[in-house]
């Protein structure tokens, strides 16, 4: 349960530390790409609350959300559509959902 989060942490911290730069271009590809891989995390923990998880399918979730996500976005943006508002609402709402689901099971 901690491994998901500890990765989560240290790559914040090491983006902190790095001060990393994000060009205009790449940020929607960017910010879209850690909603999904927050997604992904927080749902880990969930399913390891629940006595569910597996880790085959945190990878293959967080890879296939980060990849499906970030398409998303190129179409949008090869269409003049901003898609990327789509991908931000959805992932959005599960992570809330996720945090939800983890604040009860605390409680």
Request: hydrophobic share 60%; no cysteine; charged share 15%.
């Amino acid at each position: 349960m901690f491994l998901p989060l500890a990765g989560l942490l240290v790559g914040v911290l090491l983006g902190l530390v790095l001060g990393v730069k994000v060009d205009l271009e790449v940020a929607r590809y960017s910010g879209v790409a850690i909603l999904a891989a927050l997604d992904s995390v927080l749902g880990a923990v969930r399913a390891e609350l629940d006595g569910a998880y597996d880790n085959r399918i945190f990878v293959s979730g967080f890879v296939t959300n980060t990849v499906v996500a970030v398409l998303l976005v190129f179409i949008g943006d090869r269409l003049g559509l901003e898609l990327y508002l789509v991908a931000s609402i959805v992932f959005g709402l599960r992570i809330f959902q996720n945090v939800s689901l983890i604040r009860r099971h605390f409680l």
